[in-house]
């Protein structure tokens, strides 16, 4: 009965008659040779459920919360559903709905603007502005290059002279910080805050740069720099691949601190959150100005525009589509909550505020689409932390229909990334049959991993999909595996439409061609460091099977661009503590007398506070072998040095035994207790602290690392050999 076509049947006659009379009217209904193209047809989406059914039975989906929806994208009918209406984290795939409810409210063709005004008319002789006012409306693109763009039009317009700029924000409301936030900690750039009035996504630029030989002061520089910014602290040049800096950024009254520490080996950057976006805008400005030749006193001030002032200059954003696809293609937080607090803003009234963005949203939802309130949970537009609750049903059902819509559906779907080619999706799905013909946003969080948007199978058919998974164990292969299961999926619906083809793609996907002499290729192109090869790695990415292999692409691709996020993401993705990537990596360190491959590059953004990578590191530690020349060892030491909070937080949610083994490879980094290192006053903060369980974990592990090293200092052959030297005789394993 599974292959009988049942659409054509009035639904009165399909409760009425009998089998042989259904099918009699089946194949009355379509002509033969159409008959027989429906039932290969339906017997391609038989097979290919088999297989999406075999995928999600993988230790790593089994053990998760799971919801998969697959359906047509013209006519809506189901391909394969599990767990469709259980409503998961969809982490950034939020970011879905905000662009569908901000694209139907305010229309493709809407920009934002920033207007400069003075409070007297502009005296041509002088070119002298008492006071200029800047008034913000939410643009969530206005970077450094159109600010500077900007001072020139109003040295163009003529102002020679401006003795005081006021900022106005007042467009926005006062919390900068939507729910959802505050789950997080740190100063990391996808936690900028909002403001009607913003520059550069709310963060600002660290350059570092070695000095002239190792142990000489390095160079630390804030891009864009002004009387904003207090910088404190300092790095020092290191030795080769002692590239650990940390760069802390906080509020300081009505200026922002950087307080730098570490040591870099070659030219880095990283970008950090700032505090008071309004200031920042407007210390940026007086600067700017001043680089036109226009004289500035420095006085920048926070208050409204008055009625009577005189408009100098408009500045316009880009169209709608290129706000949605700097927001989807690059999952940005930021640009998603400016989105949410304008559409409050313009629908609401001002000011605008996250708030009335949501009660927009569930508008839009309700009246258009279809989902009754109350059946999800929105509280945020960018999908950030545990704050929102969707079903794989819901998001699927909102993809149909900004899919099918004329008005916005080119924008809508060109946000989103590319499979194998740009976005989050650039280093996903290269080589497979899904590159270039899915489209999907992605979702990431510490327990969760999200894949949304529409693929074109083989066949010619069209789907909208959604995938989310929830509380997955990183005992299991972690969101590696749940990332390689998710794009086996996508790769599985575009490939169907010729029978079989699902089947061998998913056997293409698991088979291995290891290759000593590839990897010795990309661990040389890795250590040139050298932006002109991510052409060619990016190319042996696509066609590369081998875990092993893929992990020393994943690095050399880091390596050559280091502060491309995406990049770092696909290498602690890539990496794994499995026999057939870290312990092929520990063979390959021995027999040719080379650190482990890419362990490096996972310490250093270890020391940067990076939790994932902090959580890949711990779980090398119970792989035998792992620090027989004292790598980890040595990396943990470096992390408890410049991310003491963040490594004692990665230690939460490790069994009894997995901490003594973090600590024992901790100790003999650290080789001593040393009052003051940054490690032992975090954790006397913890133990301190009102949480109990965390003060209770704190204790344990000073009492811990201290009985550690007392043993070191009773038996000096456990201490850690030294750096760039090998254990005679040490292999992994042994």
């Known amino acids: 009965m599974s292959h009988l076509r049942t659409d054509v049947i009035p639904l009165g006659a399909r409760r009425a008659a009998p089998a042989a009379a259904w099918l009699m009217l089946s194949c009355l209904a379509l002509p033969a040779p159409a008959l027989a193209k429906d039932a290969e047809a339906r017997a391609d989406e038989a097979e290919l459920r088999e297989v999406m059914a075999k995928l999600l039975s993988t230790p790593a989906m089994s053990s998760a919360r799971v919801g998969v929806m697959v359906s047509g994208l013209e006519d809506g009918k189901p391909l394969f559903s599990r767990n469709a209406d259980e409503l998961l984290n969809p982490a950034s795939n939020v970011k879905l709905v905000t662009a569908a409810a901000t694209l139907a409210r305010l229309g493709p063709e809407y920009r934002f603007s920033t207007e400069f005004l003075s409070d007297a008319p502009l005296d041509p002789a002088k070119g002298r502005v008492g006071t200029l006012y800047v008034r913000g409306k ?19 317009a003529g102002v020679r002279q401006v003795d005081k700029i006021v900022v106005d924000a007042s467009w926005f409301g006062d919390d900068p910080y939507p729910p959802g936030y505050e789950q997080d900690f740190g100063d990391h750039a996808y936690l900028a805050p909002t403001g009607a009035l913003s520059l550069n996504w709310n963060t600002a630029a660290v350059y570092l740069r070695p000095g002239e030989g190792p142990g000489s002061k390095a160079h630390a520089a804030v891009e864009p720099a002004s009387e904003y910014f207090v910088i404190e602290g300092a790095v020092r040049t290191g030795k080769s691949r002692q590239h650990r800096w940390r760069v802390k950024s906080e509020a300081a009254a009505l200026r922002q601190k950087l307080l730098i520490s570490g040591t870099v080996d070659r030219p880095d950057m990283v970008r950090r959150r700032i505090s008071h976006p309004d200031l920042y805008f407007g210390y940026s400005l007086v600067e700017l100005l001043k680089a036109r030749g226009v004289k500035v006193k420095s006085v920048v001030r926070r208050g409204e525009v008055p009625g009577n002032a005189r408009l100098l200059h408009v500045d316009f954003s880009p169209t709608f589509d290129v706000v949605l696809k700097v927001m989807n293609k690059y999952s940005q937080n930021f640009v998603a909550e400016q989105l949410l607090k304008t559409l409050g803003a313009e629908v609401k009234g001002a000011p605008g505020s996250t708030a009335k963005g949501v009660e927009v949203v569930e508008e839009f939802l309700a009246k258009e689409v279809g989902i009754p309130r109350g059946t999800y949970v929105i509280r945020n537009a960018s999908g950030l932390n545990d704050a929102n609750r969707m079903s794989a049903a819901q998001m699927t059902r909102i993809l149909r229909h900004m899919g099918a819509g004329f008005a916005t559906s080119a924008e809508y779907v060109s946000s989103v990334p590319i499979a194998g080619k740009d976005g989050t999706l650039r280093n996903r799905f290269s080589g497979s049959e899904a590159e270039s013909h899915l489209r999907a946003k992605t979702g990431t969080l510490e327990n969760v991993s999200a894949l949304a948007g529409y693929v074109e199978a083989r066949s010619g058919r069209r789907y909208a999909f959604t995938f989310m998974v929830n509380d997955f164990d990183w005992r299991k292969g972690g969101r590696r595996a749940v990332i390689g299961s998710m794009d086996s ?90 026999a057939n990537v870290f312990g092929r990596l520990l063979e390959v360190s021995r027999s040719e007398s080379v650190p482990v491959p890419g362990l490096a590059s996972i310490v250093e953004l270890s020391a940067r506070g990076n939790q994932d990578a902090l ?120």
């Open 138 to 156: 939410g643009d969530p693109l206005l970077t450094t290059e159109r600010l500077y763009a900007i001072a020139g039009q109003l040295f163009h």
């Open 489 to 578: 999926l996508g790769v599985a619906v575009a490939a169907s439409g010729v029978s079989g083809d699902g089947s061998r793609v998913a056997k293409k996907a698991t088979s291995k061609d290891p290759s000593l002499t590839r990897l010795k290729t990309y661990l040389a192109l890795g250590s040139q460091r050298d932006a002109r090869n991510l052409p060619f790695l990016r190319t042996a990415w696509r066609s590369e099977t081998d875990p092993a292999v893929r992990a020393v692409i994943a690095d050399a691709l880091y390596q050559s661009s280091p502060d491309d996020y995406d990049l770092s993401q696909s290498l602690v993705d890539a990496y794994s503590a499995e």
């Open 615 to 734: 959580r890949l590191l711990m779980s090398l530690t119970p792989v035998k072998g792992a620090d027989a020349d004292g790598e980890l060892s040595r990396g943990l030491a470096d992390v408890a040095q410049t991310a003491p909070d963040e490594l004692l937080a990665a230690l939460v949610p490790l069994s009894a035994t997995e901490r003594d083994g973090v600590t024992r490879l901790l100790a003999k980094g650290l080789g001593a207790h040393v009052p003051t290192h940054p490690l032992w006053a975090a954790l006397k903060r913890d133990a301190a602290g009102s949480d109990a369980a965390r003060a209770a974990l704190a204790r344990a592990t000073e009492s811990a690392l201290a009985t550690h090293l007392v043993s070191l200092q009773a038996d000096p052959s456990k201490a850690v050999p030294a750096e760039g030297t090998k254990r005679a005789g040490s292999r992994p394993g042994g």
